[in-house]
């Protein structure tokens, strides 16, 4: 059972490992979703088609940014474990480095998503959901 209180766990917990893996699933499909809507056959922005293949990816990325949420508040109060004391200093500042820069991604590619989202709403083919002004 994993500890509660805030010192490093001597492994990442189950949550913190689903979520990494949800996510890292969800990354990569958002990419090739993305890089697919250009070369969907009737691609046009703002065609139906193109709205309909465009919410989904803006909902699977806003998915993205609020797992990022929780994983950061679980993170709060679930340390991630120590690395090896044998890892020379530089290694460790790499490894914080690299995480860092990952999280920042993590929130950061969701919200540059909505930029194109304030100039026209994003909404699904029935209509029935959208994204950005309504
Ligand atoms: C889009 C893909 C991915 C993203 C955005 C991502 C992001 C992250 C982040 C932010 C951390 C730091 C966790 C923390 O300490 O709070 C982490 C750790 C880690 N990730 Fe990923 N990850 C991805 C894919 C993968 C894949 C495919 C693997 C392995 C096959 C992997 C293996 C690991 C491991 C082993 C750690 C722990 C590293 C350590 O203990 O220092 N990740 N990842
Ligand atoms: C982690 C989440 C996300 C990833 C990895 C991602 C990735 C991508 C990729 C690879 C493309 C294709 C870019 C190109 O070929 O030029 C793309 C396009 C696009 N994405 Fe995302 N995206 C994410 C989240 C979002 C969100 C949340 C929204 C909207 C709220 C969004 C809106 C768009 C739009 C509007 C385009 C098309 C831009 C254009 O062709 O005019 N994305 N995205």
Avoid: C
Avoid at 5 to 15: E, I, K, L, M, S
Wanted: aromatic share 12%.
């Amino acid at each position: 059972m994993p500890s509660t209180d805030n010192t490093p766990q001597a492994a990442y917990t189950g949550v913190a490992k689903i979520i990494h893996l949800v996510t890292a699933l969800l990354v990569i499909a958002n990419i090739v979703w993305g890089l697919r809507m250009e070369h969907f056959p009737g691609y046009k922005h703002g065609q139906p088609e193109w709205n309909d293949l465009l919410f989904y990816h803006a909902s699977l990325g806003a998915l993205i940014f609020w797992l990022t949420a929780v994983r950061f508040v679980w993170r709060a109060k679930h340390q991630p474990p120590k690395e090896p004391a044998t890892m020379p200093a530089w290694q460790k500042l790499a490894a914080k480095l690299v995480h860092g820069t990952l999280y920042l991604v993590l929130i950061a590619l969701p919200l540059s998503g909505y930029i194109p989202a304030w100039q026209a709403t994003i909404r699904s083919a029935s209509g029935a959901f959208s994204i950005g002004r309504s």
